[in-house]
């Protein structure tokens, strides 16, 4: 199975600043990425699908890239609301993984 | 509206079997697989296996193979996902999840919470 590893695990910013999370395939996935938000007993939200596209309805100041083994999801002005766990999806190859996620705290 | 609902949470005994359902609305029923995944206390998202509504076919995890079974309703637009066998480590909130072919899960149901204590 293709190991994902996010970094950090977790991370705490203030409102307003740019933060980005990392996913890393142990192979290459080509561009079959997902990003995901998820808020304590919620079910996951899609964010960003195909590595770098943004799903209908989210915000603008969320953005993914990325391509093979190296991925980022960024978000340019964190607010208060953006306070949730987030995690990478490779669907390149059968099963999906998941990252083990980071937790992105609002100070 | 797009909508995935779930059969409410359980609680059983080890060794004994559970069986999810997951109603879905508001978008053609087999246009789209519907998958399976868990998420344990505190852990990451672990995906056991889809069905594709079209025919019934399914394709499940190496680790769930054997203990797990899914199958569909296409006249109530259900899908349902059996596991057998049940031991603590199964204690998991489950959610059902729609995509189409390789394409990420854009849709959730709310999840069912399955507690397996002795």
């Known amino acids: 199975d293709i190991q994902l590893t996010q970094s950090p695990s977790f991370l705490s910013a203030s409102v307003g600043d740019r933060v980005t999370i990392t996913c890393r395939a142990s192979?290459?996935?080509?561009?079959?990425l997902a990003w995901y938000q998820q808020k304590p007993g919620k079910a996951p939200r899609l964010l960003i699908y195909?590595?770098?596209t943004l799903e209908s309805g989210v915000p603008s100041r969320f953005s993914g890239s990325g391509s093979g083994t190296e991925f980022t999801l960024a978000i340019s002005s964190l607010q208060p609301d953006d306070s949730a766990t987030y995690f990478c999806?490779?669907?390149?190859?059968?099963?999906?993984?998941f990252g083990q996620g980071t937790k992105v705290e609002i100070k | 509206q797009v909508q995935l609902v779930q059969s409410g949470a359980e609680v059983k005994k080890p060794g004994a079997s559970v069986k999810l359902s997951c109603k879905t609305s508001?978008?053609?029923?087999?246009?789209?697989?519907l998958h399976w995944v868990r998420q344990a206390p505190g852990q990451g998202v672990e995906w056991m296996g889809l069905?594709?509504?079209?025919?019934?076919?399914?394709r499940d995890a190496q680790k769930f193979q054997g203990r797990i079974s899914m199958s569909r309703d296409t006249s109530t637009r259900t899908v349902y996902m059996e596991l057998f066998s049940l031991t603590d480590e199964d204690t998991a909130v489950y959610f059902c999840?729609?995509?189409?072919?390789?394409?990420?899960?854009?849709?959730w149901g709310q999840g069912t919470l399955v507690s397996v204590s002795s």
């Open positions: 999840a729609r995509a189409k072919l390789s394409m990420a899960f854009d849709y």
């Open positions: 508001g978008y053609s029923f087999t246009n789209y697989y």
């Open positions: 069905i594709d509504p079209r025919g019934g076919t399914t």
């Open positions: 192979q290459v996935i080509n561009s079959y």
């Open positions: 195909g590595a770098s």
């Open positions: 999806q490779q669907l390149n190859t059968y099963p999906p993984t």
